[in-house]
């Protein structure tokens, strides 16, 4: 009889929105070591909520916890998280509009209660109506909304990365510390990306698979520190 047993693990995911509609990278936590598995695109947030084998801890770059009516273009976290990453990647942490823009029955609508919206904007409401409608307080027990550019900030050492992850020199400098902290990961981002999504998002995914491994020790950093919390329940944060 085999005194062999197998290997306890934890399920972390990396989550991202991308045209097919989700990517997501999963990866069994075993020890200290992350194995990446096959990424995949689903339609759907629901179907990212009910993967199995349940998360242990996944990080989505996706807004959690939204303001009912217009307060600003950026949250508390949005704007802490602008002023840690600093210039010039601040602008890829994009502005959250409110519930009643997200509810707005055209576009112009949308952009008459929140001026602020471009076409760029207007573009992810998708995505956004998406996390608006699914989230449930709950979920924050397993689920971080997370922001790839505050992922590889921590990988940095707390310091900014300031290439463009859409540059070839960007995309080795990400890779690198990818390889650094989460050896193997990489492989995932070189290979080809699954129907729906392209490099960029694998990229992203694996940036945020750090910070699941970072909530499933219970090591992650909250912004801001003392939470806001909307109408729902829901924790309006940031976490690296």
């Known amino acids: 009889m085999s005194n062999m047993?197998?290997?306890?693990?934890?399920?972390?995911?990396?989550?991202?929105?991308?045209?097919?509609?989700?990517l997501i990278l999963p990866a069994r936590l075993a020890g200290v070591t992350?194995?990446?598995?096959?990424?995949?695109?689903?339609?759907?947030?629901?179907?990212v909520l009910e993967y199995k084998p349940?998360?242990?801890?996944?990080?989505?770059?996706a807004p959690v916890g939204f303001e009912d009516e217009p307060a600003g273009p950026?949250?508390?976290?949005?704007?802490e998280a602008r002023d840690m990453v600093g210039w010039p990647r601040l602008v890829a942490i994009k502005p959250t509009p409110?519930?009643?823009?997200?509810?707005?029955?055209?576009?112009?609508?949308?952009q008459?209660?929140?001026?602020?919206?471009?076409?760029?904007?207007?573009?992810?409401?998708?995505?956004?109506?998406?996390?608006?409608?699914?989230?449930?307080?709950?979920?924050q027990r397993n689920w971080f909304a997370g922001h790839p550019d505050l992922s590889f900030y921590v990988l940095n050492g707390d310091r900014p990365v300031t290439s463009?992850?859409?540059?070839?020199?960007?995309?080795?400098?990400?890779m690198n510390l990818i390889k650094a902290k989460l050896?193997?990961?990489?492989?995932?981002?070189?290979?080809?990306?699954?129907?729906?999504a392209g490099q960029i998002h694998l990229l992203q995914c694996a940036g945020l698979l750090w910070t699941a491994r970072r909530a499933a020790g219970r090591a992650v950093n909250r912004l801001p520190m003392d939470p806001n919390w909307d109408t729902t329940g829901l924790r309006m944060e940031l976490v690296r």
């Open 183 to 196: 050896p193997g990961v990489e492989e995932a981002v070189v290979a080809t990306p699954p129907p729906g």
């Open 5 to 22: 047993k197998a290997l306890p693990y934890k399920m972390l995911g990396g989550v991202t929105p991308c045209p097919g509609g989700w």
């Open 34 to 47: 992350v194995i990446v598995e096959e990424p995949m695109v689903v339609k759907t947030l629901v179907e």
């Open 112 to 139: 008459e209660i929140e001026p602020w919206l471009t076409s760029d904007d207007l573009r992810r409401f998708k995505w956004i109506r998406e996390a608006e409608a699914e989230f449930q307080p709950f979920h």
């Open 74 to 79: 950026y949250r508390p976290c949005d704007d």
């Open 98 to 110: 409110s519930r009643a823009a997200l509810h707005a029955p055209t576009r112009d609508k949308a």
């Open 54 to 61: 349940k998360f242990e801890a996944a990080a989505i770059y």
């Open 164 to 174: 463009s992850p859409y540059q070839p020199d960007g995309v080795l400098e990400r």
